[in-house]
């Protein structure tokens, strides 16, 4: 198991405070400050466009918040360009919402993609695409394109694009896409080994608060852009009882 809730670990791997995101206009993402210690898991639940796409892409680079700071690994993203930001993505894995694997390409090209600009001969690119592959039992799919593939495999085989360069952090949004439960708990079992034995950090994002069962987590609740809670599972049924607003994030009436 990762390290448990709550406990005193290392420096936060990931950290973000005053975090705001306009978009169109719209105050989309409000005041966010979250922490989250090396090898430990957030899952960051609410209802549909409470902004858990936004801080995902926030997380991954992809776009910069319009005000507050974000820091991954100890370094501040938003003073980083050019390669030093390309080192830095190369620590945070990502898995989108929607799908992003490229339809033209086979499933194997789909996984080397993260190491095209890597210094390594294609014969080191293919062990690593094999290390991934037999992790989520994806062995026999390298020369199918992705059409051919299940919606359950074609998450899997983005997952094992995020994990090919072997990130510290891996932001996943949207984990329950396409997974059904046999597959989640399965991809769960070797997120788990993961984290024990390399360290992996965990940011999920999902409408679903109790996506990542068992495994210990903490829960960031979001709703209409602003966090209204963040603890552990049991914190988050004790304190459901009496926030009104909580409640109604969790039923996705808010
Ligand atoms: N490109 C965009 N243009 C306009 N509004 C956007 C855009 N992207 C996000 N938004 C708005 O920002 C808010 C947060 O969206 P976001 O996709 O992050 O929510 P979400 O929690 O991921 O929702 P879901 O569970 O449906 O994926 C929503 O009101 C959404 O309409």
């Not at 929607?98 to 690119?125: F, I």
């Not at 209409?224 to 304190?239: P, Q, S, V």
């Amino acid at each position: 198991m990762q390290a448990t809730p709550g406990a005193i670990a290392d420096e936060p791997v990931l950290e973000l405070s005053g975090v705001y995101q306009h978009v169109k206009g719209q105050m989309a993402l409000s005041d966010i400050a979250l922490s989250v210690p090396r090898g430990e898991w957030l899952l960051v639940t609410g209802p549909n466009g409470a902004g858990k796409t936004l801080l995902a892409r926030l997380l991954l680079g992809l776009d910069r918040p319009s005000a507050g700071r974000i820091q991954l690994l100890g370094r501040a993203l938003d003073g980083l360009e050019g390669d030093a930001l390309k080192r830095l993505r190369a620590d945070v894995g990502g898995v989108l919402q929607g799908g992003s694997l490229l339809e033209s390409a086979t499933v194997l090209d789909n996984l080397l993609l993260p190491l095209r600009d890597e210094p390594l001969s294609r014969s080191a690119m293919a062990r690593a695409a094999r290390l991934v592959m037999t992790l989520l039992n994806l062995d026999g799919l390298e020369n199918q394109v992705p059409r051919a593939l299940s919606l359950g495999q074609r998450r899997l085989v983005e997952l094992a694009r995020a994990l090919i360069r072997e990130p510290k952090i891996l932001v996943w949004d949207g984990f329950s896409e396409g997974l059904d439960l046999p597959a989640m708990r399965e991809t769960l079992g070797v997120l788990s080994n993961l984290s024990r034995n390399r360290g992996l950090t965990l940011v999920a994002t999902d409408n679903r608060p109790d996506i990542l069962g068992d495994e210990p987590h903490r829960i960031a609740v979001l709703a209409r852009g602003r966090l209204l809670f963040t603890g552990t599972a049991d914190e988050l049924e004790d304190a459901r009882d009496t926030n009104l607003a909580l409640r109604a994030a969790l039923a996705g009436t808010i």
